[in-house]
C-alpha cells in the first residue's frame, strides 16, 4: 500500500537555528514528490517537486532533497515566518491522486 | 500570479441538506481535484476530473457526491445528503501536468 510519513509530528526551533524535516515513503512507483506549505485554515500552498533520487531544489532558506525511499526539507536559519506546517506528498504513477503525509508542524521562535 | 480561488469559504448547513462547493481552477489548467481534510487529519483525494469527466475517484467519493464544470471557468463539488462526516475543509486544485495547486479551501459544517 502506497503510504506517507512524516516526522516529527511537530518541531519547535529557535529563529537562526537550523534542522531537516523528514518524509519517508513506499509507493509503487514514483512519479513525483511534492512539498508543500500549510497555514492554519488555509490551502496547501506549493513549495517543491522532486522526480529522481539525488533531485535537490532549493527556495530562499528551505532546501528540498530525494532519495528512492524519503526526502529531506532542509530549514537554513528559520525565521519566525517559516511557521507553518510542512506536507509531502507523494503521486504513484497510474494514480491521478496525490497521497499526503500528516505533517510536521514547525514553529520558530525569536 | 494566476490562483485557484474558492466560494464560499464557510459553509453551516443542517443534516440532510445538499450544498455545492464551488471552485475556479487556473485558467490553462485542464485537470481539476477535490481533496478534503478534516480537522487534524490528512489531506485526502476525493476526486479528479479531465475532459468533462471524472477520471479517478476514491472510496470517500460515493453516490452522495457529485462533480460538474458547468462552464468553461467553474467547477463545483455537490453532496447532495449531508452528513455529520462531511464536516471538513475541501480543497479544489487544479494542475497543467504534474504540480497540483490548491485553493484556499471551504470549512464546511455539518450541524
Known amino acids: 500500500e502506497d503510504q506517507v510519513t512524516q516526522s516529527p509530528e511537530a518541531l519547535r526551533l529557535q529563529e537562526g537555528e537550523s534542522s531537516s524535516l523528514n518524509c519517508s515513503y513506499t509507493?509503487?512507483?514514483?512519479?513525483?514528490l511534492f512539498w508543500y506549505r500549510q497555514d492554519p485554515g488555509k490551502g496547501p500552498e506549493f513549495l517543491f517537486t522532486?522526480?529522481?533520487a539525488g533531485e535537490e531544489k532549493e527556495k530562499e532558506r528551505l532546501k528540498a532533497t530525494l532519495t528512492k525511499k524519503e526526502s529531506f526539507l532542509h530549514i537554513t536559519a528559520p525565521k519566525p515566518e517559516d511557521s507553518a506546517t510542512y506536507l509531502c506528498?507523494?503521486?504513484?504513477?497510474?494514480?491521478?491522486?496525490?497521497?499526503f503525509g500528516t505533517g510536521t508542524r514547525l514553529q520558530v521562535f525569536p | 500570479e494566476p490562483e485557484v480561488t474558492q466560494t464560499p469559504s464557510h459553509q453551516v448547513t443542517q443534516m440532510g441538506q445538499e450544498v455545492i462547493l464551488r471552485c475556479v481552477p487556473i485558467?490553462?489548467?485542464?485537470?481539476f481535484y477535490w481533496y478534503r481534510q478534516i480537522l487534524g487529519q490528512k489531506v485526502e483525494f476525493l476526486v479528479s476530473?479531465?475532459?468533462?469527466?471524472?477520471?479517478?475517484k476514491s472510496e470517500i467519493f460515493d453516490d452522495q457526491f457529485s462533480v460538474e464544470r458547468p462552464d468553461g471557468s467553474n467547477f463545483t463539488l455537490k453532496i447532495r445528503s449531508t452528513k455529520l462526516e462531511d464536516s471538513a475543509m475541501y480543497f479544489c486544485?487544479?494542475?497543467?501536468?504534474?504540480?497540483?495547486?490548491f485553493g484556499p479551501g471551504t470549512r464546511l459544517l455539518v450541524l
Open positions: 486544485a487544479s494542475s497543467s501536468r504534474q504540480t497540483q495547486y
Open positions: 509507493v509503487s512507483g514514483l512519479r513525483g
Open positions: 522532486l522526480y529522481s
Open positions: 506528498a507523494v503521486a504513484p504513477y497510474n494514480t491521478d491522486k496525490l497521497i
Open positions: 485558467s490553462n489548467h485542464l485537470y
Open positions: 476530473f479531465y475532459n468533462n469527466e471524472i477520471s479517478e
